[in-house]
């Protein structure tokens, strides 16, 4: 902790957090001054006191992280940046929430140095917080000892009611608490509002109670005095057994005559007059707009050299460590890169077993020998590990007191998960993963969506991917989910057939640094592909390629995952009758779309008619076979039976296939 400031100071420079947030709404006309209003003193207090942070080195490894989960507030977070030296002007400040500024309506990772989570989606951040602060204690154990221990980090969230509402919240806080994450602070933005009014209209139960069953460690003070958040604070970081929670009590548009403690305050400008006699009643001058007085200015300078020299030191340790260990630094550096080996595709497809299996099954084998190349790879399940089969070998279980291993249990909480594997991803070191059946996807789609918004290299596997599933039936029979996640812009969603497509997505993703994918993986077991054309690893990358086919064929079939062994059999049957068919898989659309409109024409040429299959929604085929082409796929629920009945039931065997096409091209 640093020495306090004086509480005068303090008083200071809470309020100038306040009516920096306060103009930036006012000048928008557009915003949320209420939070900022409410929170600035917790704010100050953690930024003033306690952060480890340097803004001129803002990836620093062992910087404290700060996670505005209450997304809504952020001009809070733009507010605390500016002042503590980032790279955010006063302009900025002043071009909140316009075209292009670098102060967008809710906090983006990526967009705003400094900004650690892109929030917004409540809950998503205090999940993402977990997943920070369990990284976190999965490098301290690998890497920290009685010599030097460069993880130190600690991982400090503002959340709001709204937050704590959430099921997100309840799911990855009870794994928090589980695990016995005690370098993780939540701040609980306490203010009884919520944008409808009072939060007593939906939410009366005690979350101090609640947290504390978690096995959190619970504070509750008076968010407006800063000794008592000063000492809660340094409590919470002194419990290194538990993550904690200190409930902070605040007044919602603090200072408002009007709109404090009113619903108002929450989403909406206070308007000009309102603005103005907030400003009187803390003291504070109603003009110049955006006023920073030159004693917090140069407070937060000082805070920023104390943050460089912090970070300088623990560099000069870290290179004098380094040099003595440079097996663990090896270590080190491979986490931190997610570096993977040049020659991983090859060495990816040389694992995947050329024989019979389901693609979960080839899955299983080509991540033995991810984890075995990519030391960072770490992931699990959302209680499912034994049925998605991602379990790493000879890795070990991460647990109560128990870090050092790389196999992750979620238990059976989906959304948190999906949060928790993009909160490793914000943190910057391992390469994380998470996995469950395709149908529960829903389950977790926020946190799909902001890994690709965020342009996280995070991993999904989903299996049991369709009608194949059989008998538990039509709940668990995913039937518009693939095409659900093909509109995520920016998620790679791969679709494998065999083996070979199987090792081929695992390296696609393993090899991505712009953002996430999605594995989708079959439960019933497939045939090898057989490939008579020479198809080599820079046409398996292309997201499309030409399985079989000649230069005149009648039709084109495409297909994916299991049902590319239907179009092969299909060609076979043709093939018999001296009608040829060309069968071209597509693994990943995605891929496939962004290649050159050359390499799309020579696999669809013009004026030949394009067939597709896939046991799934039909609308996105529909696209590429045109008017006149025929989609095969499943535009209802599933049903209860065998996976082999399903299958003869809904069309997907050869036989079936065969048919459509003859009588399509008939």
Same mark, same amino acid.
């Given at each position: 902790m640093s020495p306090a400031p004086s509480a005068a100071l303090s008083n200071v420079g809470a309020n100038t957090i306040r009516f920096?947030?306060? +103009?930036?709404?006012?000048?928008?006309k557009s915003g949320h001054p209420g939070l900022p209003m409410g929170a600035a003193d917790v704010a100050f207090v953690l930024w003033s006191r306690f952060l480890r942070y340097d803004?001129?080195?803002?990836?620093?490894? +062992?910087?404290?992280r700060f996670v505005l989960s209450a997304g809504h507030g952020c001009m809070l977070l733009y507010s605390l940046l500016h002042l503590a030296g980032y790279d955010l002007s006063m302009a900025d400040l002043q071009s909140f929430r316009q075209w292009g500024s670098k102060t967008p309506g809710q906090p983006e990772f990526g967009h705003t140095v400094g900004v650690e989570a892109t929030t917004g989606p409540l809950?998503?951040?205090?999940?993402?917080?977990?997943?920070?602060?369990?990284?976190?204690?999965?490098?301290?154990?690998?890497?920290?000892?009685?010599?030097?221990?460069?993880?130190?980090?600690?991982?400090?969230?503002?959340?709001s009611d709204g937050d704590l509402m959430e099921g997100i919240s309840s799911e990855a806080s009870s794994l928090a608490g589980h695990l016995g994450l005690g370098n993780l602070i939540v701040l609980y933005d306490d203010n009884g509002i919520s944008l409808d009014g009072k939060t007593s209209l939906s939410f009366s139960e005690d979350v101090p109670a609640r947290y504390a069953a978690y096995g959190w460690h619970v504070q509750s003070v008076d968010g407006h005095d800063h000794d008592q958040i000063s000492q809660a604070i340094d409590a919470a970081i002194a419990d290194r057994t538990r993550p904690s929670l200190v409930a902070c009590k605040t007044h919602i548009g603090?200072?408002?005559?009007?709109?404090?403690?009113?619903?108002?305050a929450h989403g909406s400008p206070l308007g000009a007059d309102e603005a103005k006699a907030a400003k009187g009643a803390l003291g504070w001058p109603v003009e110049p707009a955006f006023y920073v007085p030159d004693e917090v200015r140069d407070f937060f300078r000082a805070r920023a050299a104390e943050g460089a020299a912090l970070r300088t030191g623990w560099e000069q340790r870290f290179a004098s460590w380094a040099h003595d260990h440079p097996v663990k630094s090896a270590q080190w550096d491979a986490i931190w890169t997610r570096s993977v080996p040049d020659d991983l595709m090859a060495q990816l497809l040389g694992a995947a077993p050329a024989e019979t299996a389901a693609t979960r099954e080839h899955g299983r084998a080509v991540l033995q020998k991810a984890a075995e190349l990519v030391p960072g790879l770490a992931g699990g399940a959302a209680d499912l590990a034994s049925s998605t089969f991602t379990v790493i070998k000879g890795g070990g279980d991460v647990g109560p007191g128990s870090f050092d291993g790389r196999n992750l249990h979620f238990g059976v909480r989906e959304h948190a998960m999906g949060a928790i594997v993009n909160g490793f991803a914000y943190h910057g070191a391992f390469r994380p993963f998470g996995s469950t059946f395709l149908v529960f996807a829903d389950y977790m789609r926020g946190a799909i969506r902001v890994a690709a918004l965020s342009k996280l290299?995070?991993?999904f596997i989903f299996t049991h991917d369709s009608i194949f599933v059989g008998e538990d039936g039509p709940t668990h029979e995913p039937i518009e989910q693939i095409a659900?996640?093909?509109?995520?812009?920016?998620?790679?969603?791969?679709?494998?057939? +065999?083996?070979?497509?199987?090792?081929?997505?695992?390296?696609?993703a393993l090899e991505r640094r712009d953002g996430p994918s999605a594995l989708v993986l079959s439960r019933q077991k497939l045939p090898a592909i057989e490939r008579p054309l020479r198809i080599g690893e820079r046409e398996l990358r292309r997201g499309g390629y030409l399985v079989?086919?000649?230069d005149t064929p009648r039709a084109i079939v495409a297909a994916t995952g299991s049902e590319l062994h239907l179009a092969v059999g299909a060609r076979d049957a043709f093939a018999k009758r001296g009608v040829k068919l060309n069968v071209v898989s597509i693994p990943c659309v995605e891929v496939l779309h962004a290649q050159d409109a050359a390499y799309r024409r020579d696999l669809f040429p013009e004026g030949v008619p394009v067939a597709t299959i896939e046991a799934g929604r039909t609308d996105l085929w529909r696209g590429l076979a045109g008017p006149r082409g025929l989609t095969i796929g499943i535009d209802r629920y599933g049903a209860s039976a065998p996976g082999a009945v399903n299958g003869e039931e809904f069309g997907f065997t050869v036989e079936a296939v065969t048919a459509k096409i003859e009588a399509w091209l008939a």
């Amino acid at each position: 902790m640093s020495p306090a400031p004086s509480a005068a100071l303090s008083n200071v420079g809470a309020n100038t957090i306040r009516f920096l947030s306060v +103009d930036a709404v006012e000048k928008a006309k557009s915003g949320h001054p209420g939070l900022p209003m409410g929170a600035a003193d917790v704010a100050f207090v953690l930024w003033s006191r306690f952060l480890r942070y340097d803004p001129t080195a803002p990836d620093w490894a +062992d910087r404290d992280r700060f996670v505005l989960s209450a997304g809504h507030g952020c001009m809070l977070l733009y507010s605390l940046l500016h002042l503590a030296g980032y790279d955010l002007s006063m302009a900025d400040l002043q071009s909140f929430r316009q075209w292009g500024s670098k102060t967008p309506g809710q906090p983006e990772f990526g967009h705003t140095v400094g900004v650690e989570a892109t929030t917004g989606p409540l809950g998503q951040g205090l999940a993402n917080a977990i997943g920070m602060a369990l990284a976190g204690k999965m490098l301290a154990t690998r890497f920290n000892d009685a010599e030097f221990q460069p993880v130190a980090h600690r991982v400090f969230v503002l959340a709001s009611d709204g937050d704590l509402m959430e099921g997100i919240s309840s799911e990855a806080s009870s794994l928090a608490g589980h695990l016995g994450l005690g370098n993780l602070i939540v701040l609980y933005d306490d203010n009884g509002i919520s944008l409808d009014g009072k939060t007593s209209l939906s939410f009366s139960e005690d979350v101090p109670a609640r947290y504390a069953a978690y096995g959190w460690h619970v504070q509750s003070v008076d968010g407006h005095d800063h000794d008592q958040i000063s000492q809660a604070i340094d409590a919470a970081i002194a419990d290194r057994t538990r993550p904690s929670l200190v409930a902070c009590k605040t007044h919602i548009g603090y200072g408002a005559p009007h709109k404090q403690d009113s619903a108002e305050a929450h989403g909406s400008p206070l308007g000009a007059d309102e603005a103005k006699a907030a400003k009187g009643a803390l003291g504070w001058p109603v003009e110049p707009a955006f006023y920073v007085p030159d004693e917090v200015r140069d407070f937060f300078r000082a805070r920023a050299a104390e943050g460089a020299a912090l970070r300088t030191g623990w560099e000069q340790r870290f290179a004098s460590w380094a040099h003595d260990h440079p097996v663990k630094s090896a270590q080190w550096d491979a986490i931190w890169t997610r570096s993977v080996p040049d020659d991983l595709m090859a060495q990816l497809l040389g694992a995947a077993p050329a024989e019979t299996a389901a693609t979960r099954e080839h899955g299983r084998a080509v991540l033995q020998k991810a984890a075995e190349l990519v030391p960072g790879l770490a992931g699990g399940a959302a209680d499912l590990a034994s049925s998605t089969f991602t379990v790493i070998k000879g890795g070990g279980d991460v647990g109560p007191g128990s870090f050092d291993g790389r196999n992750l249990h979620f238990g059976v909480r989906e959304h948190a998960m999906g949060a928790i594997v993009n909160g490793f991803a914000y943190h910057g070191a391992f390469r994380p993963f998470g996995s469950t059946f395709l149908v529960f996807a829903d389950y977790m789609r926020g946190a799909i969506r902001v890994a690709a918004l965020s342009k996280l290299p995070v991993v999904f596997i989903f299996t049991h991917d369709s009608i194949f599933v059989g008998e538990d039936g039509p709940t668990h029979e995913p039937i518009e989910q693939i095409a659900s996640l093909r509109l995520i812009p920016n998620l790679h969603v791969w679709r494998p057939a +065999d083996g070979v497509e199987t090792a081929l997505a695992w390296g696609m993703a393993l090899e991505r640094r712009d953002g996430p994918s999605a594995l989708v993986l079959s439960r019933q077991k497939l045939p090898a592909i057989e490939r008579p054309l020479r198809i080599g690893e820079r046409e398996l990358r292309r997201g499309g390629y030409l399985v079989a086919g000649d230069d005149t064929p009648r039709a084109i079939v495409a297909a994916t995952g299991s049902e590319l062994h239907l179009a092969v059999g299909a060609r076979d049957a043709f093939a018999k009758r001296g009608v040829k068919l060309n069968v071209v898989s597509i693994p990943c659309v995605e891929v496939l779309h962004a290649q050159d409109a050359a390499y799309r024409r020579d696999l669809f040429p013009e004026g030949v008619p394009v067939a597709t299959i896939e046991a799934g929604r039909t609308d996105l085929w529909r696209g590429l076979a045109g008017p006149r082409g025929l989609t095969i796929g499943i535009d209802r629920y599933g049903a209860s039976a065998p996976g082999a009945v399903n299958g003869e039931e809904f069309g997907f065997t050869v036989e079936a296939v065969t048919a459509k096409i003859e009588a399509w091209l008939a």
